[in-house]
């Protein structure tokens, strides 16, 4: 996979061990959802290693037809000079949900980069959870990320990315030690039309995400997008304040998105149970809102 990108280009070297994107570091997922009968199925899946998907659970009790993915990776990680390529698809009517296994660590790097590229395409009236584990980056890491989304009018996707300084209790603390973190969020309707374009670049050995005005005291960043019809946006939108909780150590509010696309949530804390929590209890107005089904209470190992 190609990626240009100016923040790139001082990380062009290669690896000692395999090259960038070489055998084995060339991840490849793909998934659609398609309705069968009375049912949504993962009618179609194409993977190749480090990426793994097993079959669909319909494990989700306030769901009970929605099947569930979970990404597994026999990593243990992302390593520098790996690509990973990920494409999501739901039918008309189609509804999923895709998560991970754990966390996803972006190990230690000492050349090149790792680089991530994601495709989501839903048809109309389908409904999309991507509701990953959070992004932990370890010292030195560079990972840069690409998520382009086509969507259409009457079609729902609750698109969530959940950041985290660095290995917070890792011997002395490793947080804000990672080289690049690099994400852009792209939307257009299904015949082209541009919804909307969101990045954030972080080099904190150029600008420290610890000042005032940016991460300040917070070192967890969870960034929620929902692209959904006008009606649920406005539903949502009016019963989600914007607070600054002190004393539990959190901030968060939502915005809307330019072209009638949605929503965006952003919630801020100091650990990362904070910010899932804040996460699933904006999961929990959008699914209701929009399926007319409950979020299951959460797993009691989770």
Not at 143 to 163: D, G, M, Q
Not at 273 to 293: A, D, I, Y
């Amino acid at each position: 996979m190609r990626v240009a990108a100016a923040e790139l280009a001082p990380y062009q070297d290669e690896p000692k061990q395999l090259p960038s994107g070489a055998f084995g570091k060339n991840a490849l997922l793909r998934l659609g959802f398609e309705t069968r009968s009375d049912r949504s199925i993962l009618a179609f899946s194409e993977r190749r290693a480090p990426l793994l998907v097993q079959k669909a659970l319909y494990c989700d009790e306030g769901m009970p037809g929605l099947p569930v993915v979970f990404i597994i990776t026999n990593s243990g990680g992302i390593l520098q000079g790996d690509r990973y390529t990920m494409e999501f698809a739901a039918g008309p009517g189609a509804c999923g949900h895709v998560t991970t296994q754990a966390a996803t660590k972006l190990h230690e790097m000492d050349a090149n980069y790792a680089a991530q590229k994601q495709s989501i395409s839903l048809e109309e009236g389908a409904y999309l959870e991507y509701l990953p584990d959070p992004v932990i980056p370890f010292r030195h890491s560079r990972f840069h990320t690409r998520t382009r989304i086509r969507i259409a009018p009457t079609a729902t996707l609750l698109y969530s990315e959940i950041l985290m300084g660095g290995r917070q209790y890792y011997r002395e603390g490793e947080l804000f030690q990672f080289d690049l973190f690099s994400s852009t969020v792209s939307a257009e309707r299904l015949e082209g039309t541009e919804l909307f374009v969101e990045k954030f670049l972080i080099e904190p050995g150029r600008s420290r995400p610890s000042r005032l005005g940016v991460m300040g005291d917070f070192t967890v960043f969870g960034n929620v997008i929902l692209l959904t019809p006008r009606e649920h946006a406005d539903a949502i939108h009016g019963r989600v304040a914007a607070v600054w909780n002190r004393e539990e150590q959190w901030a968060a509010g939502v915005s809307r998105l330019p072209n009638d696309a949605g929503l965006i949530y952003k919630v801020l804390g100091k650990e990362s149970s904070t910010v899932r929590t804040k996460v699933r209890e904006f999961w929990s107005l959008v699914r209701p809102q929009v399926t007319g089904f409950p979020v299951p209470p959460e797993f009691a190992w989770r």
